[in-house]
């Protein structure tokens, strides 16, 4: 889901991911809150949203 078909570079939802949860780490919000999905389904993009949300409350020091 987070990588491109050669394995290396990320796809769509793996760039998404990152993106949210660098949104989360600077700024401290949450990143569920920002209307924006990119060209992914809005079900999908939620739910990376929630998870980015998620590793950054379970990770921070």
């Known amino acids: 889901m987070f990588y491109s078909v050669?394995?290396?570079h990320p796809?769509?939802?793996g760039s998404f991911f990152t993106?949210?949860?660098f949104y989360t780490t600077i700024?401290?919000?949450d990143p569920s809150i920002n209307p924006c999905t990119a060209?992914?389904?809005p079900a999908?993009?939620?739910y990376l949203k929630e998870?980015?949300?998620e590793v950054w409350e379970?990770?921070?020091d």
Do not use: M, P
């Open 6 to 8: 050669d394995g290396v």
């Open 11 to 13: 796809s769509e939802a």
């Open 19 to 21: 993106a949210a949860l």
């Open 27 to 29: 700024y401290g919000k």
């Open 39 to 41: 060209s992914l389904k």
């Open 44 to 46: 999908t993009a939620l």
């Open 51 to 53: 998870k980015a949300k």
């Open 58 to 60: 379970n990770y921070q």
